[in-house]
């Protein structure tokens, strides 16, 4: 089994050099320039230019690069899309994504330009319509000329649409956010938790980082860099977990249990589908051990 961590992915802006620069150095599995809500209107096409000048430099290593464009109905948006195309990312994230049919829509713009096959598409799920049709959403996944490949959730933007407030434990928001993970899941892509505010208040974003990886995102979405370790440290499964995935696997590799759905270990009983979520926390395991972080 091969999966990519996702435990932490850093927003910068695309108008800030430094900052991109600095995102090469990160623990962070991802890193999104933003060409978005983090830059002026004024500075849209210099934030652009210097974005797509970083991704074709490289030196991202192992970290899954993704370049945020402007929504559909703004006015910079096909020239990011254009742009995006040109960089040949990781993943190009679309902001304000209602329907499945805008998602078809994108798909057909970056076919039409030769866009790189390895490049993906991400759809941030931010408005009350969003959630509404996040299934239908999801399910455009299964045409692969959408190239969709995951969901970023937006809680800025639907606490700002829906006047839910953040309190801790996020309840107003749970139904929601529980409504996405399972949508993602049905169509077998990837989905992130969105960002913590409150920069100074490392205990609620540790504590919403485990509510996060608990309730089944694959990480969290983050908007600074010393958000990178306790979200990495959250979303990596530990040491005992990895050591129990191990021997449900090699229970269920006996050749005396091959054929079983059910295996006794260590006092209890084990299903077939222990040993299938086994191998997939291995395998991340692995992979982050692959990575040094």
Known sequence: ????????VLYMPGSNARAIEKARTLAADGVILDLEDAVAP???EGARKRVVEAVKAGGFGAREVFIRVNAIDT???ADDLSAATHAAPDAILVPKISDPDQLEIIGRRLLDMGTAHRTRVWAMIETPVAILNVRAIADAARDSETRLAGFVLGTNDLAKETGARFVPGRSPMLSWLST???AARSA???????????LSDMDGFAHECREGRDMGFDGKTLIHPNQVGPCNEAFSPPPDEV????????AFDLPENKGKGVVALDG????RMHADIARRTVAIAEAIAARGA
């Open 243 to 250: 050591a129990q995935a191990r021997k449900i696997i090699a």
């Open 42 to 44: 004024d500075a849209k």
């Open 268 to 271: 209890r009983m084990v299903e």
């Open 180 to 182: 996405c993970v399972l």
């Open 1 to 8: 089994m091969t999966v990519r961590p996702r435990r932490s």
């Open 188 to 198: 077998g892509i990837a989905v992130l938790d969105g960002v913590y505010n409150d």
């Open 75 to 77: 006015p910079w948006h």
